[in-house]
């Protein structure tokens, strides 16, 4: 779990809110406190792979750390590298992989509320080579009433080199048939009976259904004197059916994405040179919509005219894109005992919205386009 990984870094908190429909909340230093779903303010990457989105928003409900062997995290700004990560960044690196050419292993475990998962990891390691990954399944009734969840994900990540360049694939996936949603309770609720669900949430059956996968492709070529010249390329697909007590909204999501990025070190006079630049792209495309929600309608409606059937008459359809572009620069000086880091980023993130739903008789199209330039210094000495 999430907060099992994270819980113990200093300046960081993760919250499980008890609901297998939204994600645990993660904060860095107040960064992403009030987020309503996912994570926001902080940049999430698996590999180097970046999993937040050009609109500052990371699911991580698909993230499997079965394969994980260290977290990195960054806590504070670094915008300079890392875009719309205004509160940190949090990177997770996969294990090693074993030195044998084929390594199996299998896990299992139960727990309260019904909790079991069995998970099925395999690695290994050729001349040329090397290779991890695993998938799992988990099934839970949860802490509340109403909280069932049924997850499959699954993960690898294989590396080769080609003549001097090393290649890496990484691959995410998961499917969730059912993550029910309790809601969200009043104190006298909660005082009452903190397992609960909320009544309206169980009558309107609010849950979530999701599909995800998501592969990346890097290239890593070093150069003379601790320097290299990196690129990536990366894309998945998302879709999510979700009934709430409002709605039932329904997102078909294509994400794509590129960076490149090159260090390169050098000496001017007595002076230790490490100049990084590069740039990143995203690009994030949702087809939305959004419908009544029939469920608990006893009698006909001009929204629900057919008692019975969850999905009522359409409210929404539309198509949002976001696309953001960033290049960077910076300089890392050493003389002796001190050590500088000077960088700028340059943001252009430009949202747009196409409105298909026109029989309200309004159209909601419009763009929004926003740029920042993000500068950064600081300056280390090292005593003794």
């Not at 290049?327 to 409105?355: I, K, M, Q, S, W």
Request: with cysteine; glycine share 10%; net charge positive.
């Amino acid at each position: 779990l999430v907060e099992q990984t994270l819980s113990m870094v200093p300046g960081m908190t993760v919250a499980n809110r008890s609901n297998p429909s939204q994600d645990a909340r993660v904060s860095i230093r107040g960064f992403g406190a009030r987020s309503p779903f996912g994570v926001r303010s902080l940049r999430v990457l698996r590999d180097g792979m970046p999993l937040t989105l050009p609109d500052g928003q990371t699911p991580i409900d698909y993230l499997d750390l079965e394969a994980v062997g260290r977290v990195e995290t960054i806590r504070g700004t670094a915008s300079a590298l890392y875009g719309n990560a205004s509160g940190g960044v949090i990177d997770l690196r996969s294990a090693p992989p074993p030195a044998t050419t084929l390594a199996l292993q299998g896990r299992s475990w139960s727990g309260s509320n019904r909790l079991r998962r069995n998970v099925a990891l395999v690695g290994g390691s050729t001349a040329r080579a090397t290779y991890v990954g695993n998938i799992g399944r988990t099934e839970s009734d949860g802490y509340r009433a109403y909280s069932n969840q049924k997850l499959t994900n699954a993960f690898l990540r294989a590396t080769t080199e080609f003549r001097g360049t090393q290649v890496a694939l990484v691959g995410l996936g998961m499917d969730m048939p059912v993550a029910q949603n309790p809601g969200a309770l009043t104190r006298v609720q909660f005082d009452t009976n903190a397992r609960m669900y909320d009544p309206s949430s169980y009558s309107k059956r609010a849950r979530k259904e999701v599909h995800q996968v998501q592969l990346g492709l890097s290239a890593r070529r070093a150069l003379k004197d601790d320097g290299d010249v990196t690129a990536q390329l990366y894309g998945g697909g998302r879709s999510l059916y979700n009934p709430l007590t409002f709605a039932i909204v329904g997102i078909d999501r294509r994400t794509s994405g590129a960076s490149a990025r090159a260090t390169v070190p050098f000496r001017t006079g007595g002076l230790m040179h490490r100049v990084t630049a590069g740039v990143d792209a995203q690009r994030l495309s949702d087809a939305r919509k959004n419908w009544s929600n029939c469920n608990a309608v006893a009698t006909p409606t001009i929204n629900c005219v057919t008692v019975g059937i969850e999905k009522g008459a359409l409210q929404l359809d539309q198509r949002e894109v976001v696309t953001s572009l960033g290049p960077y620069l910076r300089d890392e000086v050493e003389h002796g005992r001190v050590h500088a880091t000077l960088g700028v980023r340059a943001d252009n993130t430009t949202f747009r919205v196409t409105d298909r739903f026109t029989t309200d008789g309004r159209v909601d199209s419009g763009t929004r386009a926003m740029q920042a330039v993000s500068p950064m210094a600081g300056v280390a000495v090292r005593v003794a």
